[in-house]
């Protein structure tokens, strides 16, 4: 790792996430979900350069919360925080869904 790349690390909440997505799409198909995987996981993976180049996460820098950032893979968004040479992958969420009470609810216990 080079003086300039940041590790990442995932919480268990999105580990969690990204279980149970791959799951609900695996149902219907198996290769889909594989494909998903991947894609998330290379976003994911992506990060260790650079990661400031995402977003931050807009339903929370409404509220001035603004140390939280996203990268979005399809209907996904991955949430997560800068801390330090680390970054903490947080939540994996469908971009479908509300996602200003959950994230609200999650990330404002930290």
């Given amino acids: 790792m080079s003086s300039d ?3 990442v690390k ?3 909440s999105a580990e969690l996430d990204l279980t149970n997505i791959i799951t609900y799409i695996a149902n219907e198909n198996q290769e889909a979900a594989l494909e998903t995987l991947n894609k998330i996981k290379k976003a994911c993976h992506s990060l260790n350069a650079y990661p400031k180049r995402c977003r931050i996460v ?3 820098k409404q509220y001035g919360i603004t140390v939280y950032r996203e990268a979005i893979v399809s209907n996904y ?3 997560f925080r800068i801390e330090g040479k680390r970054v903490w992958v947080l939540a994996v969420l469908d971009s479908r869904r509300n996602l200003e009470d959950i994230l609200l609810d999650r990330f404002t216990d930290f």
């Fill in 77 to 79: 968004r991955i949430q």
């Fill in 10 to 12: 995932w919480a268990r």
């Fill in 5 to 7: 790349s940041f590790a």
């Fill in 58 to 60: 807009p339903e929370l």
